[in-house]
């Protein structure tokens, strides 16, 4: 992506840059768009090449954790975008590739409904709200996920996830029977889940027992039982692992990093990875940790 478009983006996002519309560029190189997101603790989203404007709404939908009802049409969101809830304030940052499928007609409003969103949380002081807008530099989507050389160079792997009906109970199996060392017992308070790590060589198992019988972990323990939940791998930068990964067309629950108990962490949606759940977590010290305010 050409400099002077980074440098376009982090005017727009500065205090006084009220945000707006950045492009198209002659190539859009998403990944450097979520490390600049990452940079200013901005929330993100990716759209490669959406045919419609159901595909747009549901995909910013899901990637911003907007409310359900910004998903009917685009004065829903422009709504939201331009008034977020207080827990929605902050930068945001759109990478729109390939817009050119999209029939004209649609993207103006679109870009419009952008456009006028963020010119009002520029008055409002509510965060910036940019959009990127061009080609992309990666090759298209493959039809069918594959599992590209760099989900195979991973790092550790991080944890395994248990599924517990009661954290004493299971810390009697795990830390007294089998000696496993315990590091930590925590509320998660967003998550509504309370959780054990303990230690294994370089690994931990994690314990999570949920706290509210409305979550989907109390679902899944309804419904499957005590057991596997989820694996949990180590990587160096999440926000470039997750834009590489969703180019290479596997599904994500999270486009961009987002707090985690012991680091910025994002999900894999099963669908992609054979019926398994997975969590991907920042290594210590890496750009997302820095920008979700870790120490």
Same mark, same amino acid.
């Given at each position: 992506?050409?400099?002077?478009?980074?440098?376009?983006?982090?005017?727009?996002?500065?205090?006084?840059?009220?945000?707006?519309?950045?492009?198209?560029?002659?190539?859009?190189?998403?990944?450097?768009?979520?490390?600049?997101? &990452?940079?200013?603790?901005?929330?993100?989203?990716?759209?490669?090449?959406?045919?419609?404007?159901?595909?747009i709404?549901?995909?910013?939908?899901?990637?911003?954790?907007?409310?359900?009802?910004?998903?009917?049409?685009?004065?829903?969101?422009?709504n939201?975008?331009?008034?977020?809830?207080?827990?929605?304030?902050?930068?945001?940052?759109?990478?729109?590739?390939?817009?050119?499928?999209?029939?004209?007609?649609?993207?103006?409003?679109?870009?419009?409904?952008?456009?006028n969103?963020?010119?009002?949380?520029?008055?409002?002081?509510?965060?910036?709200?940019?959009?990127?807008?061009?080609?992309?530099?990666?090759?298209?989507?493959?039809?069918?996920?594959?599992v590209?050389?760099?989900?195979?160079?991973?790092?550790?792997?991080?944890?395994?996830?248990?599924?517990?009906?009661?954290?004493?109970?299971?810390?009697?199996?795990?830390?007294?029977?089998?000696?496993?060392?315990?590091?930590?017992?925590?509320?998660?308070?967003?998550?509504?889940?309370r959780?054990?790590?303990?230690?294994?060589?370089?690994?931990?198992?994690?314990?999570?027992?949920p706290?509210?019988?409305?979550?989907?972990?109390?679902?899944?323990?309804?419904?499957?039982?005590?057991?596997?939940?989820?694996?949990?791998?180590?990587?160096? &930068?999440?926000?470039?692992?997750?834009?590489?990964?969703?180019?290479?067309?596997?599904?994500?629950?999270?486009?961009?990093?987002?707090?985690?108990?012991?680091?910025?962490?994002? /999900?894999?949606?099963?669908?992609?990875?054979?019926?398994?759940?997975?969590?991907?977590?920042?290594?210590?010290?890496?750009?997302?940790?820095?920008?979700?305010? /870790?120490?």
């Amino acid at each position: 992506m050409d400099r002077r478009f980074i440098a376009e983006l982090h005017a727009l996002l500065a205090p006084e840059g009220g945000g707006g519309l950045v492009g198209p560029v002659g190539q859009l190189d998403a990944a450097a768009v979520a490390a600049t997101a &990452n940079e200013y603790g901005a929330r993100f989203a990716a759209l490669y090449g959406p045919h419609s404007t159901t595909q747009i709404l549901d995909k910013l939908q899901a990637a911003l954790a907007l409310p359900p009802w910004s998903g009917r049409d685009w004065e829903d969101l422009e709504n939201v975008l331009a008034h977020p809830a207080s827990d929605h304030a902050g930068p945001m940052i759109i990478a729109w590739l390939e817009p050119d499928r999209l029939d004209p007609g649609e993207a103006a409003a679109f870009r419009s409904a952008i456009e006028n969103a963020a010119e009002a949380r520029a008055q409002s002081g509510d965060g910036a709200l940019v959009m990127v807008i061009g080609p992309r530099v990666a090759h298209e989507v493959p039809e069918m996920p594959t599992v590209p050389d760099h989900v195979r160079a991973m790092g550790k792997v991080h944890h395994v996830a248990l599924i517990v009906r009661s954290l004493e109970t299971a810390l009697g199996l795990w830390r007294d029977a089998l000696g496993l060392e315990l590091e930590t017992i925590m509320d998660i308070e967003h998550d509504r889940v309370r959780i054990a790590f303990l230690a294994v060589g370089e690994s931990k198992v994690e314990l999570v027992q949920p706290t509210d019988d409305t979550t989907g972990v109390a679902r899944f323990l309804e419904s499957r039982g005590e057991g596997f939940h989820h694996v949990c791998f180590e990587v160096e &930068n999440l926000a470039e692992t997750l834009l590489r990964l969703e180019i290479d067309g596997l599904e994500l629950i999270d486009t961009a990093p987002r707090r985690g108990a012991e680091g910025p962490v994002a /999900f894999i949606h099963p669908r992609s990875c054979h019926g398994v759940l997975v969590e991907l977590i920042e290594a210590p010290g890496g750009p997302a940790w820095t920008a979700l305010g /870790f120490s």
